[in-house]
């Protein structure tokens, strides 16, 4: 089912419970525009919370991911419209929340697929989602000290939990380009498959976390969101009580009738 996301920059279609939202200006290298920023906001909180979607899998039209912020339009955004710095900031930290902090506050699974280039933003919003699988000709650079800025969409904090502090300053601060090989070694992304089977490689992912058990997916990111924030015995607390509330869903208990009766389980997200 094909998605009217009111611009040609964005598509989005829904392929077995998967929302398959595309990055659509390959021959800007899908940089970010105003338009296919405010498509793509759109798109993230719509497929969320839409029912016959399990999973979102983003990705890029062309040779790229996204390669960041529109540099060619930066120069006339110094004083858009005659906004006030505290109005420039409020529009920016709205642009960012609906994107990368949205992916991240998703409890559905998020996927993107990366076919080239992320770089900047583009980088920022691939790790916001759960899982990033790449093509093997693909490349990643944070990009930001390139063209004198310092990052946004919240990828240094992204950075730092990815890789670790120190990488994550190495990244930030170096800008260097980093291959594919190389980005699955550091743990920027968790796959690297040849660039002719992205997609169908992409989808197979996608459609079986959309098609599993989304309440005990829900509360696995819940776990893994809290991981580096509270101790072990809190997690431990916490773990018990979500898990307590996954045994009661109609999920579990299809997960345990398909074991016994030996077939694949059939998932309905309840």
């Known amino acids: 089912m094909k998605v009217d996301t009111g611009t040609d920059q964005l598509t989005c279609e829904v392929v077995q419970r998967v929302a398959v939202i595309t990055?659509?200006?390959?021959?800007?290298?899908?940089?970010?525009?105003?338009?296919?920023t405010k498509a793509l906001r759109q798109q993230i909180a719509e497929r969320g919370h839409d029912p016959a979607v399990g999973a979102l899998l983003i990705t890029g039209a062309g040779k790229a991911f996204c390669s960041?912020?529109?540099v060619k339009g930066m120069g006339g955004r110094r004083s858009p419209d005659g906004q006030t710095p505290d109005e420039r900031f409020q529009t920016m930290r709205a642009r960012h929340h609906e994107i990368a902090g949205a992916l991240t506050d998703l409890r559905k699974p998020t996927i993107a697929a990366l076919p080239g280039a992320a770089a900047?933003?583009?980088?920022?919003?691939?790790?916001?989602?759960?899982?990033?699988i790449a093509a093997r000709s693909a490349f990643v650079s944070t990009g930001y000290?390139?063209?004198?800025?310092?990052g946004d969409y919240g990828i240094a904090w992204m950075l730092t939990r990815a890789v670790g502090p120190a990488r994550a300053r190495e990244l930030m601060l170096l800008c260097e380009r980093i291959t594919a090989e190389r980005a699955e070694t550091l743990g920027l992304v968790n796959r690297?498959?040849?660039d002719d089977v992205l997609y169908p490689e992409a989808m197979k992912l996608a459609v079986q976390v959309a098609n599993g058990p989304a309440v005990a997916l829900g509360y696995i990111k819940d776990n893994l969101d809290e991981a580096l924030e509270i101790d072990h015995h809190a997690a431990i607390d916490r773990e018990?009580?979500?898990?307590?509330?996954?045994?009661?869903?109609?999920?579990?208990?299809?997960?345990?009738?398909?074991?016994?009766?030996?077939?694949?389980?059939?998932?309905?997200?309840?």
């Not at 919003?125 to 899982?131: G, Q, R, S, T, V």
């Not at 000290?145 to 310092?150: F, V, Y």
Request: with cysteine; hydrophobic share 40%.
């Open 23 to 36: 990055l659509s200006r390959p021959e800007a290298r899908n940089a970010l525009s105003d338009e296919l």
């Open 240 to 270: 018990a009580e979500r898990l307590i509330r996954a045994s009661g869903s109609e999920d579990h208990r299809e997960a345990v009738a398909a074991f016994v009766e030996k077939r694949e389980p059939t998932f309905k997200g309840r």
């Open 120 to 132: 900047g933003a583009g980088l920022a919003i691939a790790l916001a989602c759960d899982l990033r």
């Open 145 to 150: 000290a390139r063209i004198g800025l310092s």
């Open 192 to 194: 690297v498959v040849e």
């Open 68 to 70: 960041g912020g529109d």
